[in-house]
């Protein structure tokens, strides 16, 4: 709570006016995720690498002493439906994701986390927070956090051998870490990275050695996907979700856009490469340090 009193410049002055304004504001904050890749909504369209170096891993740095430990892919159903319905769908994603990973060529061992299964891809509805379980939370997710934005991109944004970072920044110089926003659809290629939290409402597509340190939010049409291989790495989490009505959400994520029910989202590493994910509750931490604080509400008091 921030106050500020304004008065008469003097006491000296004829009129002895004066006014107290207060604003609430607040840094953004994420709930919890469940996994170090989350993926919400029925029947994802999955697809693994056939590669020894590319691995997806839950267990948290021990640097961090915190430990977090999570599976490597945990499943979301959609939370508008019954506990038990919404429960099975996301049995039947976390299946669908199995299957994926038991695929020829994908090296299963390299999937683990909290409950040491390989692969360690588990059903986490119940221990999800729930705005990450319906198209209005997670839209609500996704406006706070173009609401903190540092950097926002339009549609159609294209970055080759550079930092998301605005202003632009020399590739050699310390990353500043901030909140990114793509209204739309991201293509990177290259040696690219960036740290904080990153919101893509449309497609996230990459290839090259693009590295993360924080957040990425894949919220919209919930589509990520690799072209090639690379050898960059995520440190922090990665959340997939699908949630709008039609193409337009991305670009206008209003609610005559948002869909009543989650979609399919996509998540799909093609060709090889070491791209990663490492979950690293360090690296969430500093990405909720990244945002700046926003005013949430603001009145005059009578004094």
Not at 53 to 60: E, F, R, V
Not at 126 to 153: D, E, F, K, Q, R
């Amino acid at each position: 709570m921030l106050t500020a009193l304004a008065v008469a410049p003097n006491s000296n002055s004829a009129i002895k006016a004066r006014r107290m304004i207060q604003y609430e504001v607040a840094k953004i904050a994420l709930p919890p995720v469940p996994s170090a890749l989350t993926i919400a909504g029925p029947t994802p369209n999955v697809g693994f690498p056939n590669s020894g170096n590319y691995t997806i891993n839950g267990n948290d740095d021990p640097a961090c002493g915190n430990g977090q430990n999570r599976p490597a892919i945990g499943s979301v159903g959609d939370g508008t439906l019954s506990s038990s319905a919404g429960m099975n769908q996301a049995t039947d994603s976390r299946n669908t994701v199995i299957s994926a990973l038991n695929a020829p060529g994908v090296k299963t061992n390299n999937y683990k986390g909290a409950d040491g299964c390989t692969p360690d891809a588990q059903n986490v509805q119940n221990t999800t927070n729930s705005l990450y379980s319906t198209p209005t939370g997670l839209n609500s997710i996704v406006h706070n956090v173009m609401n903190a934005a540092n950097a926002t991109y339009a549609n159609g944004t294209s970055l080759n051998n550079g930092r998301l970072e605005i202003p632009p920044v020399a590739p050699s110089t310390t990353p500043t870490p901030q909140v990114t926003v793509v209204n739309g659809n991201l293509t990177l290629s290259g040696t690219t990275t960036g740290s904080g939290i990153l919101l893509v409402t449309g497609t996230l597509t990459f290839s090259g050695n693009f590295s993360y340190n924080g957040v990425i939010l894949v919220i919209g049409n919930g589509i990520l996907q690799q072209s090639g291989g690379g050898s960059g790495n995520f440190t922090g989490a990665v959340i997939v979700a699908n949630i709008a009505k039609d193409s337009n959400y991305a670009t206008n994520p209003t609610e005559a856009h948002l869909a009543d029910h989650l979609g399919s989202a996509t998540y799909d590493f093609g060709g090889g490469g070491g791209n990663g994910l490492q979950y690293n509750s360090c690296s969430i931490d500093f990405a909720g340090n990244s945002a700046t604080f926003t005013v949430i509400s603001r009145r005059e008091i009578t004094y």
